[in-house]
């Protein structure tokens, strides 16, 4: 297949926008359980799908509105898995331990109700990132007198899942992970 020099702008374009707009070449990944909600459930308005700010490594998982729910209730959820590097430094100076630690940052929408026949989610956003406080207090070294060190600049968004579960209904309706 040849790629006239036009094509070639167009997806170099289209490159540089993902990046300047903070999107991955990753993209997370979508499933629609169709089992796992009222019959006839279908997206009315809006798109359903998270992006992770490169700066702030916050998720945010876009708004929408699905129809043809009836009156079943829902709850949106997202959790953010962070990890960071503890270090474990004895009294000597000695970096004796190094472990990885890990955390989450979960966050929902409570439960939603409908209005005729129609689920309002909102815009969900993970946070707040976990603090280097956060992983200090979560770390353990093998002799209580070493001190705790978060290594460096080591906070990193590893892992996020996002769910929408119809009460009453086995399974969720949307996962998306990332």
């Given amino acids: 297949m040849k790629l006239s020099l036009h094509r070639v702008f167009i997806l170099i374009a289209a490159l540089f926008f993902a990046l300047a707009t903070g999107m991955t070449a ?32 916050l998720v945010t998982c876009s708004g ?42 979960p966050t929902s929408t409570g439960s939603l109700s409908p209005k005729n026949g129609r689920l309002t989610v909102p815009e969900l956003t993970s946070g707040p990132v976990p603090t280097a406080e956060d992983f200090i207090a979560k770390a353990t070294c093998p002799n209580g007198n070493w001190t705790k060190e978060l290594l460096g600049n080591t906070i990193t968004l590893s892992s996020f899942t996002y769910t929408l579960h119809f009460a009453g209904f086995t399974g969720d309706y949307i996962t998306i992970t990332g």
Avoid: D, M
């Fill in 26 to 57: 990753a993209q997370a990944a979508t499933t629609i359980n169709p089992a796992a909600a009222p019959t006839g459930t279908h997206l009315q308005t809006g798109s359903i799908g998270c992006s992770v700010n490169p700066t702030t490594e």
């Fill in 64 to 105: 929408f509105e699905l129809a043809g729910v009836g009156n079943s209730n829902a709850t949106a959820t997202l959790t953010a898995t962070y990890t960071a590097t503890v270090q474990c430094r004895n009294h000597g100076g000695q970096i004796v331990e190094v472990k990885s630690q890990v955390t989450t940052a």
